[in-house]
């Protein structure tokens, strides 16, 4: 068991839909990430919040909207995404930028 | 720009044999290196992190080094079991502050096949 849990497991999206991803850790972590990982590469890092402010966004479509409600809770929102963004996104946590990064499961998306 | 390459890029091996995973990386300004095994379709799960200062860290069968001049992360895997096929992922974060300490250098992965 992951102690960062993501929601949901797979998602199939059209091109014209709106979807957002979950991401939740009770581990008291004050760094969130996103990364998108495509088949048989690393992860790719999106975003990073720290103290639930955006410090990173490594110049990310913005069909791509990243939200972080509570220091607990991180939120992928999705808009007009294209195929080629089918692939595995993970969330991370850690408890400041230097300590070990912890991932959930991440969510399987497929664009259709 | 640091890079990160692991090698092999695939490895097979049968049951009970002891291995190494080699990572290595261009610019030795890093604070940590963190070694993650990755199942099919799962998440990235935390193995081993060495700080710069180290030279070694152990877990279990596992034991992970440091040559930090050399730019050189070595993870042993000892007495390898089937449970054991996965990816394996090494990462460093780099040295710097200023928010770059949140972005870690991935390298490629080895995929790892242990055979009954």
């Known amino acids: 068991d992951t102690e960062v849990t993501q929601t949901p497991k797979h998602l199939v999206m059209g091109m014209t839909n709106k979807k957002s991803l979950k991401c939740e850790q009770h581990m008291g972590h004050r760094a969130m990430y996103w990364y998108k990982q495509k088949a048989k590469k690393p992860p790719e890092l999106m975003f990073v919040?720290?103290?639930?402010?955006?410090?990173i966004n490594e110049s990310v479509p913005s069909r791509f909207s990243p939200e972080c409600p509570n220091s607990s809770l991180l939120n992928l929102h999705l808009h007009a995404l294209q195929p080629e963004d089918s692939a595995l996104y993970l969330c991370?946590?850690?408890?400041?930028?230097?300590?070990?990064?912890?991932f959930g499961n991440g969510t399987r998306l497929t664009v259709t | 720009k640091q890079e990160v390459t692991q090698i092999p890029a695939a490895l097979s091996v049968p049951e009970g044999e002891n291995l190494v995973l080699n990572c290595s990386f261009t610019?030795?300004?890093?604070?940590?290196l963190q070694w993650f095994r990755q199942d099919p379709g799962k998440g990235l799960t935390s193995l081993l992190l060495i700080q710069s200062s180290q030279r070694e860290q152990t877990s279990g069968r596992l034991n992970a080094s440091l040559d930090k001049s050399s730019g050189r992360s070595t993870l042993y895997i000892a007495a390898s079991q089937p449970g054991d096929s996965a990816t394996y992922l090494c990462a460093v974060r780099p040295q710097n502050s200023g928010g770059s300490n949140y972005k870690l250098t991935f390298g490629k992965g080895t995929l790892l096949t242990v055979n009954p």
């Open positions: 610019d030795s300004a890093i604070y940590n």
């Open positions: 919040y720290s103290y639930e402010k955006l410090s």
């Open positions: 991370a946590s850690s408890q400041v930028s230097v300590s070990p990064l912890h």
